[in-house]
């Protein structure tokens, strides 16, 4: 349908695009290996890994590190089984009462994280509960728990009805039907939700932020986030190159994965 | 003039102009050596083409073989590789689609689904800066000439097949163009619908005096309704002629095979005399019309179901001895299986009254043809080698 | 299915306890509002007379981020609605997948590195000033997170894909054949979009729309990072309260205040949503 300029402007035009989406990445890697003082590349002074030692050797870079991934997996194993239980009551469900309780579970996706953080904060206070990492998790779950019931829901809409009809038929009991049909569908579903659950609240920032507590209880994003209100040194970009190669690596692996099983 | 009075105040003007002899091809498309590659792949290949003005005109192929390629072509969606496309006698190179004097309609139709019938209709006129009034009038008697009075503010979603198929043919109308360009457009619609819907097309077609190249693959539509049908396979054009002389005096065997059933005696020529051929082949000589240039000595000898006759006795030389199988019934005739002795199979085609009289299957038959009414091509088997 | 909702409902009882206590399901939200509303009404009422003091600077710095948040959301739209629309025309499938994972690549990378990214090239002694000054285009180093400026460019790039995904499923489900009718009409290409692409794309765009808008909005390290003392967000005003002022109450009022901000945007996008697809069903 397209003429062969038109099919060029297109490809300029997402060129571009696909060039102004990663060459700041590229930027704030490269930074980290450039020999300056200021996190650059342009007035390249040669290559240099000191950067990547001051990271290593910072302590406080590696509490952070640790918090985070506590945090995460405190996420993945409350929010994982709060939204998969909560897809599976929105899909009984039906009429007016399954929009309303859709809509409530769907809200916190919606609001703004700093609201979030602010009413766990405020709602765990008044049950005399001190901020810290654990009301980070709570935080985190109340909205990454709808994320996962929206993946799971998804998932459960495409399993065929008849499907447990003729399990039940054949003679199995609920347990076995969930335990043969059900989880079996599901797994993908699950798999993906746990991963997003886990990088999610890797990089959450307002939530985590607001229920904290004090500075000591840094996850990674607040960390690097301190880091450069406080002068930036070059440091913070190798950690940023550390971050993007691992995603960048992750993300591939993934979705190679995923395509050479869908081949066959 | 084809126009008729009742339409005339629809008639754009261009088209009026289709009879006028100072300007004698408004209408008319010429592909000059047209070629068309995606990629290393050659869909049309050196195709000429000439489409008279006002004409209903058929290209009919299997599916892939490039039909629709050559109407994006005409109406401006792709560019030919290389040759020439004029309409109305002009170099239409570089001009858009939106440029162009062509309407066409899509095999699926293409409709906005967002929009009321006569929005659907009205749109080429809107995107002409019509006001509204005037549109919405135009829209009315489109839809009148395509006899769906009343629809003009139901949404598309809540037509019939049928019905949909005349919005886009008013919609294609609107904008006045010289040449109408379908693609399939029957191809969704139900049997009974689908014959209705050509005559139908036909119809408007006399009526607007519009040029209509029509895409098809079904042969029975293409010589139903065409003036002329052009027959191509794997981008290449094999015959243009009028349906009659494509049906009887075939170019091809691809042509012969793919406009309706056949049978086929492949074999040796043995000679030519007076525009008549003998072949020989173990079912023994037969002779037909050669009316095509004939190369070489291997040929193939065709003959319509409907021209051989079944009987108990051999009379005259195209005789071919066999047994009846089967017997299909075909509505209004009945299709009769034969098989000689090789095993080549025969298919005759009786009058339903017939049927009683035919001879068992236990006992050997004759069939029989006219000379007249067979015709001997080159054999495919050479054509692909050349 | 008798044999079935008795196991659903065996799951979600057996769930239920934990619901409260993560405060995750519909309870939760009378729960808080319940908070909200003591917060409001009792201890808060000095709170909200305070704050009334201060509307000139808060209010301003409110509808400043409203006014900064609307502007990126169109300035995201106006670069990403023609990247979905080449994205569909112009890449074949079997490309798609791999364009795709290069294409989400910032988006698994967090929020904080994207505009770090930006913090990085448009600091001072950055690369971006670097190389102007190398050309001759500038003379000496530019101060460019200045006024609002960082901000925008941070959000703009943050959230960009947030539209780009909504707006290329809409327009994938579009049929080809729609865009060609169009133009085989005469339709020139700006109003093959309006007419007809566009129409078609409405519920894409609108909810790629709403996205940006409440993560703008909302954006809180974006802001913190790429603004300027003269720049205020409202999510850092709140912060302020909460974090350095130690004012919980008017944070929490505050917080509600911009909740009710988002929620009216979305209602109000919602509702125009519907009726455009109640014109779809007629
Ligand atoms: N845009 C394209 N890119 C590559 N191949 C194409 C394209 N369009 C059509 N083709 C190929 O060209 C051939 C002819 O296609 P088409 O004209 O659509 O056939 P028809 O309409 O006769 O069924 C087909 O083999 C098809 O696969
Ligand atoms: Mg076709």
Redesign the pocket.
């Given at each position: 349908m397209f003429r062969h300029s038109q099919i060029k402007i297109g490809h300029l035009y997402l060129a571009l695009f696909l060039l102004y989406l990663l060459l700041p990445l590229g930027v704030m890697g490269g930074a980290s290996l450039n020999d300056s003082r200021f996190p650059t590349v342009y007035p390249w002074m040669g290559l240099t890994d000191k950067w990547f030692i001051a990271l290593w050797n910072d302590s406080r870079m590696w509490g952070a590190l640790r918090n985070s991934v506590v945090v995460a997996i405190g996420v993945v194993l409350l929010a994982v089984p709060t939204g998969t239980a909560a897809a599976f009551v929105i899909s009984s469900m039906s009429g007016t009462a399954r929009t309303i309780l859709y809509g409530a579970l769907i809200a916190p996706v919606l609001a703004p994280g700093a609201v979030i953080g602010i009413s766990t904060l405020l709602f765990w206070a008044k049950l005399s509960v001190p901020p810290g990492l654990h009301l980070s998790v709570l935080g985190q779950v109340s909205y990454i728990a709808s994320l996962v019931m929206l993946l799971v829901l998804a998932r459960l809409r495409s399993l065929d009805a008849s499907l447990e009809e003729a399990a039940i038929d054949l003679g199995a009991s609920h347990a076995q039907v969930l335990r043969y049909i059900v989880f079996p569908h599901l797994a993908p579903a699950l798999t993906a939700s746990a991963a997003v659950a886990f990088f999610q609240s890797m990089e959450n920032f307002n939530i985590t932020l607001f229920t904290r507590g004090t500075s000591s209880s840094d996850t990674l994003t607040v960390y690097v986030f301190s880091m450069v209100r406080g002068g930036v040194t070059p440091s913070i970009n190798a950690l940023a190159l550390i971050i993007v190669s691992v995603t960048l690596l992750v993300t591939t692996t993934f979705a190679l994965l995923r395509q050479s099983s869908k081949r066959p | 003039m084809r126009v008729s009075s009742h339409s005339r105040n629809l008639v754009p003007q261009a088209i009026s102009n289709s009879a006028d002899p100072e300007k004698p091809s408004e209408g008319s498309v010429e592909l000059e050596h047209v070629s068309c590659r995606?990629?290393s792949?050659r869909?049309i290949e050196d195709l000429s083409l000439t489409i008279r003005a006002g004409e209903f005109f058929s290209i009919l192929?299997p599916?892939?073989?490039?039909?629709?390629?050559?109407l994006r072509m005409i109406s401006g969606f792709i560019d030919p590789s290389a040759g020439t496309i004029r309409i109305g006698g002009e170099d239409v190179r570089g001009k858009r689609a939106n440029q162009r004097p062509t309407s066409l309609i899509f095999q699926n139709l293409a409709l906005f689904p967002l929009m009321r019938v006569w929005e659907n209709v009205a749109f080429g006129l809107e995107m002409r800066r019509v006001p509204r009034s005037i549109r919405r009038k135009r829209a009315e008697e489109l839809l009148t000439l395509v006899d769906l009075v009343g629809a003009e503010d139901k949404m598309v979603s809540q037509l019939s097949g049928g019905q949909r198929q005349r919005v886009a043919i008013a919609r294609a109308l609107a904008v006045e163009p010289s040449v109408m360009l379908l693609d399939e457009p029957l191809s969704a619609l139900d049997l009974k619908l689908r014959q209705h819907m050509r005559a139908e097309l036909r119809s408007i077609q006399k009526r607007t005096g519009v040029t209509f190249i029509y895409?098809t693959?079904d042969q029975s539509e293409a010589l139903a309704m065409s003036d002329r049908v052009a027959v191509m396979n794997k981008g290449r054009m094999l015959q243009v002629a009028p349906p009659h002389e494509i049906y009887h005096n075939p170019s091809s065997g691809f042509v012969a095979k793919f406009v309706g059933e056949t049978n086929v005696i492949e074999g040796k020529l043995v000679r030519i005399a007076d525009g008549f051929g003998t072949v020989e082949s173990p079912l023994g000589q037969h002779r037909a019309r050669v009316s095509h240039n004939v190369q070489g000595e291997s040929v193939a000898l065709y003959v319509r179901p409907e021209h051989v006759d079944v009987s108990r006795q051999r009379q005259g030389d195209n005789a071919i001895e066999a047994r009846l199988q089967d017997v299909s019934f075909e509505g209004s005739f009945a299709l009769v299986k034969a098989v000689t002795a090789h095993g080549h199979v025969f298919l005759v085609a009786t009058d339903n009254n017939d049927l009683q009289r035919l001879p068992s299957n236990t006992e050997n038959v004759y069939l029989h043809f006219d000379e007249q009414q067979a015709f001997l091509l080159q054999s495919d088997r050479e054509q692909c080698i050349t | 299915m008798l044999i079935i909702l008795p196991n659903i409902a065996l799951i979600e009882s057996s769930f239920r306890p934990y619901l409260p206590l993560n405060e995750i399901d519909g309870p939760r939200d009378s729960y808080t509002l319940a908070n909200y509303q003591r917060f409001l009404s009792t201890p808060v009422g000095f709170d909200i007379f305070g704050m009334s003091i201060d509307v000139p600077i808060h209010l301003r710095i409110f509808i400043t981020t409203v006014l900064y948040s609307i502007f990126v959301t169109a300035i995201i739209l106006i670069i990403g609605y023609p990247a979905a629309y080449y994205m569909t025309k112009t890449i074949s499938p079997s490309n798609m997948a791999i364009f795709f994972i290069v294409l989400t690549v910032p988006m698994w990378v967090s929020e904080i590195l994207r505009s770090f990214a930006w913090f990085t090239i448009l600091s001072f002694k950055g690369p971006l000033n670097a190389l102007l000054i190398e050309i001759g285009v500038i003379n000496s180093e530019v101060r460019w997170i200045r006024g609002y400026y960082g901000i925008i460019i941070g959000l703009v790039y943050t959230y960009m894909l947030f539209m780009v995904f909504p707006l290329y499923s809409s327009m994938q489900s579009l049929d080809k054949n729609q865009i060609e009718a169009a133009q085989d009409l005469g339709a020139s290409w700006w109003r093959t979009h309006w007419r007809v692409i566009v129409p078609h794309c409405k519920p894409g765009i609108v909810s790629g729309c709403v996205m940006v808008f409440m993560l703008s909005a909302g954006s809180l390290l974006v802001p913190s990072l790429l603004g300027s003392p003269n720049s205020l967000w409202f999510t850092q005003t709140i912060q302020q309260l909460m974090l350095e002022a130690l004012d919980w109450n008017t944070g929490a009022a505050y917080s509600l205040l911009f909740l009710s901000l988002c929620t009216f945007v979305v209602v109000a996008m919602m509702w125009a949503f519907k009726v455009k697809l109640s014109d779809i069903t007629n």
């Amino acid at each position: 349908m397209f003429r062969h300029s038109q099919i060029k402007i297109g490809h300029l035009y997402l060129a571009l695009f696909l060039l102004y989406l990663l060459l700041p990445l590229g930027v704030m890697g490269g930074a980290s290996l450039n020999d300056s003082r200021f996190p650059t590349v342009y007035p390249w002074m040669g290559l240099t890994d000191k950067w990547f030692i001051a990271l290593w050797n910072d302590s406080r870079m590696w509490g952070a590190l640790r918090n985070s991934v506590v945090v995460a997996i405190g996420v993945v194993l409350l929010a994982v089984p709060t939204g998969t239980a909560a897809a599976f009551v929105i899909s009984s469900m039906s009429g007016t009462a399954r929009t309303i309780l859709y809509g409530a579970l769907i809200a916190p996706v919606l609001a703004p994280g700093a609201v979030i953080g602010i009413s766990t904060l405020l709602f765990w206070a008044k049950l005399s509960v001190p901020p810290g990492l654990h009301l980070s998790v709570l935080g985190q779950v109340s909205y990454i728990a709808s994320l996962v019931m929206l993946l799971v829901l998804a998932r459960l809409r495409s399993l065929d009805a008849s499907l447990e009809e003729a399990a039940i038929d054949l003679g199995a009991s609920h347990a076995q039907v969930l335990r043969y049909i059900v989880f079996p569908h599901l797994a993908p579903a699950l798999t993906a939700s746990a991963a997003v659950a886990f990088f999610q609240s890797m990089e959450n920032f307002n939530i985590t932020l607001f229920t904290r507590g004090t500075s000591s209880s840094d996850t990674l994003t607040v960390y690097v986030f301190s880091m450069v209100r406080g002068g930036v040194t070059p440091s913070i970009n190798a950690l940023a190159l550390i971050i993007v190669s691992v995603t960048l690596l992750v993300t591939t692996t993934f979705a190679l994965l995923r395509q050479s099983s869908k081949r066959p | 003039m084809r126009v008729s009075s009742h339409s005339r105040n629809l008639v754009p003007q261009a088209i009026s102009n289709s009879a006028d002899p100072e300007k004698p091809s408004e209408g008319s498309v010429e592909l000059e050596h047209v070629s068309c590659r995606f990629g290393s792949f050659r869909a049309i290949e050196d195709l000429s083409l000439t489409i008279r003005a006002g004409e209903f005109f058929s290209i009919l192929g299997p599916s892939g073989c490039g039909k629709t390629t050559i109407l994006r072509m005409i109406s401006g969606f792709i560019d030919p590789s290389a040759g020439t496309i004029r309409i109305g006698g002009e170099d239409v190179r570089g001009k858009r689609a939106n440029q162009r004097p062509t309407s066409l309609i899509f095999q699926n139709l293409a409709l906005f689904p967002l929009m009321r019938v006569w929005e659907n209709v009205a749109f080429g006129l809107e995107m002409r800066r019509v006001p509204r009034s005037i549109r919405r009038k135009r829209a009315e008697e489109l839809l009148t000439l395509v006899d769906l009075v009343g629809a003009e503010d139901k949404m598309v979603s809540q037509l019939s097949g049928g019905q949909r198929q005349r919005v886009a043919i008013a919609r294609a109308l609107a904008v006045e163009p010289s040449v109408m360009l379908l693609d399939e457009p029957l191809s969704a619609l139900d049997l009974k619908l689908r014959q209705h819907m050509r005559a139908e097309l036909r119809s408007i077609q006399k009526r607007t005096g519009v040029t209509f190249i029509y895409i098809t693959h079904d042969q029975s539509e293409a010589l139903a309704m065409s003036d002329r049908v052009a027959v191509m396979n794997k981008g290449r054009m094999l015959q243009v002629a009028p349906p009659h002389e494509i049906y009887h005096n075939p170019s091809s065997g691809f042509v012969a095979k793919f406009v309706g059933e056949t049978n086929v005696i492949e074999g040796k020529l043995v000679r030519i005399a007076d525009g008549f051929g003998t072949v020989e082949s173990p079912l023994g000589q037969h002779r037909a019309r050669v009316s095509h240039n004939v190369q070489g000595e291997s040929v193939a000898l065709y003959v319509r179901p409907e021209h051989v006759d079944v009987s108990r006795q051999r009379q005259g030389d195209n005789a071919i001895e066999a047994r009846l199988q089967d017997v299909s019934f075909e509505g209004s005739f009945a299709l009769v299986k034969a098989v000689t002795a090789h095993g080549h199979v025969f298919l005759v085609a009786t009058d339903n009254n017939d049927l009683q009289r035919l001879p068992s299957n236990t006992e050997n038959v004759y069939l029989h043809f006219d000379e007249q009414q067979a015709f001997l091509l080159q054999s495919d088997r050479e054509q692909c080698i050349t | 299915m008798l044999i079935i909702l008795p196991n659903i409902a065996l799951i979600e009882s057996s769930f239920r306890p934990y619901l409260p206590l993560n405060e995750i399901d519909g309870p939760r939200d009378s729960y808080t509002l319940a908070n909200y509303q003591r917060f409001l009404s009792t201890p808060v009422g000095f709170d909200i007379f305070g704050m009334s003091i201060d509307v000139p600077i808060h209010l301003r710095i409110f509808i400043t981020t409203v006014l900064y948040s609307i502007f990126v959301t169109a300035i995201i739209l106006i670069i990403g609605y023609p990247a979905a629309y080449y994205m569909t025309k112009t890449i074949s499938p079997s490309n798609m997948a791999i364009f795709f994972i290069v294409l989400t690549v910032p988006m698994w990378v967090s929020e904080i590195l994207r505009s770090f990214a930006w913090f990085t090239i448009l600091s001072f002694k950055g690369p971006l000033n670097a190389l102007l000054i190398e050309i001759g285009v500038i003379n000496s180093e530019v101060r460019w997170i200045r006024g609002y400026y960082g901000i925008i460019i941070g959000l703009v790039y943050t959230y960009m894909l947030f539209m780009v995904f909504p707006l290329y499923s809409s327009m994938q489900s579009l049929d080809k054949n729609q865009i060609e009718a169009a133009q085989d009409l005469g339709a020139s290409w700006w109003r093959t979009h309006w007419r007809v692409i566009v129409p078609h794309c409405k519920p894409g765009i609108v909810s790629g729309c709403v996205m940006v808008f409440m993560l703008s909005a909302g954006s809180l390290l974006v802001p913190s990072l790429l603004g300027s003392p003269n720049s205020l967000w409202f999510t850092q005003t709140i912060q302020q309260l909460m974090l350095e002022a130690l004012d919980w109450n008017t944070g929490a009022a505050y917080s509600l205040l911009f909740l009710s901000l988002c929620t009216f945007v979305v209602v109000a996008m919602m509702w125009a949503f519907k009726v455009k697809l109640s014109d779809i069903t007629n």
